[in-house]
């Protein structure tokens, strides 16, 4: 169990500020639907986020905010791929191109792709490249 320092009892409350109101938490949810317009960004860039089962849903996300010729940048650990062909054959079917890779690091691959277009392929076809492995971290 967590206890509190003796040091932030102590602490002196500075003067002119009001007591903070305890706020309801927001309910932990996935941010599919990002409150942005269609084709309204020029960039949309995915760093070491693209950790849950449903990449498919924010790679469409990040396609429906760019705008024509937007550019998607990825940042990956480079263990989580298991086939970096399948990976990015899966993104250009989610009207993209892939502009540069760099594959050289021994821990993060980067990506940037073009948005081409709305996705080629149907919301129901499968995407195999999609699925990345867990994160491997190494004891150094």
Same mark, same amino acid.
């Given at each position: 169990m967590f206890e509190e320092p003796e040091w932030t009892e102590a602490a002196p409350v500075a003067a002119g500020?009001?007591?903070?109101?305890? /706020?309801?938490? @927001? *309910? *932990?949810?996935? /941010?599919? %639907? $990002?409150?942005?317009?269609?084709?309204? $960004?020029d960039v949309a860039v995915f760093c070491l986020s693209l950790m849950g089962t449903n990449i498919r849903d924010f790679l469409e996300e990040a396609n429906r905010v760019l705008k024509p010729g937007g550019l998607l940048k990825v940042a990956e650990v480079s263990s989580r791929f298991e086939d970096v062909r399948a990976f990015l054959g899966a993104v250009t079917k989610l009207g993209f191109k892939v502009i540069s890779k760099d594959l050289t690091n021994s821990h993060f691959f980067l990506f940037d792709f073009e948005k081409t277009g709305p996705p080629r392929?149907? @919301? %129901? *076809? %499968?995407?195999s490249g999609l699925k990345l492995q867990p994160c491997l971290y190494k004891r150094r």
């Amino acid at each position: 169990m967590f206890e509190e320092p003796e040091w932030t009892e102590a602490a002196p409350v500075a003067a002119g500020l009001r007591p903070v109101t305890p /706020q309801p938490r @927001p *309910a *932990a949810t996935s /941010q599919i %639907k $990002v409150p942005l317009e269609d084709e309204s $960004v020029d960039v949309a860039v995915f760093c070491l986020s693209l950790m849950g089962t449903n990449i498919r849903d924010f790679l469409e996300e990040a396609n429906r905010v760019l705008k024509p010729g937007g550019l998607l940048k990825v940042a990956e650990v480079s263990s989580r791929f298991e086939d970096v062909r399948a990976f990015l054959g899966a993104v250009t079917k989610l009207g993209f191109k892939v502009i540069s890779k760099d594959l050289t690091n021994s821990h993060f691959f980067l990506f940037d792709f073009e948005k081409t277009g709305p996705p080629r392929v149907g @919301p %129901k *076809a %499968k995407l195999s490249g999609l699925k990345l492995q867990p994160c491997l971290y190494k004891r150094r």
